[in-house]
């Protein structure tokens, strides 16, 4: 790979796929010491997917335990 006069480089098709990195994926540069590491952007959750995930676990939840009971196990409080 070469850099070009913008600071570009082609990552090459077979190494995209092979690593994950489809059309449009944002990345991060991360350098260790000489070593250069580029990997997909590791992005917080949209709304719409917060939502998807809310409505797919909602009721799910398995235990007997009331809201209080949590918070004192939680808190601590005997």
């Given at each position: 790979?070469?850099?070009?006069?913008?600071?570009?480089?082609?990552?090459?098709?077979?190494?995209?796929?092979?690593?994950?990195?489809?059309?449009?994926t944002d990345v991060?540069?991360?350098?260790?010491?000489?070593?250069?590491?580029?990997?997909?952007?590791?992005?917080?959750?949209?709304?719409?997917?917060?939502?998807?995930?809310?409505?797919?676990?909602?009721?799910?939840?398995?235990?007997?335990?009331?809201?209080?009971?949590?918070?004192?196990?939680?808190?601590?409080d005997d």
């Open positions: 790979m070469k850099v070009t006069s913008k600071g570009q480089i082609t990552i090459p098709k077979a190494l995209r796929v092979r690593i994950g990195l489809p059309p449009g991060e540069v991360i350098v260790e010491g000489d070593d250069v590491l580029i990997q997909p952007l590791q992005r917080p959750a949209s709304d719409d997917e917060v939502k998807v995930w809310i409505e797919r676990f909602a009721g799910s939840g398995t235990m007997n335990t009331t809201t209080d009971e949590i918070m004192r196990m939680t808190r601590g």
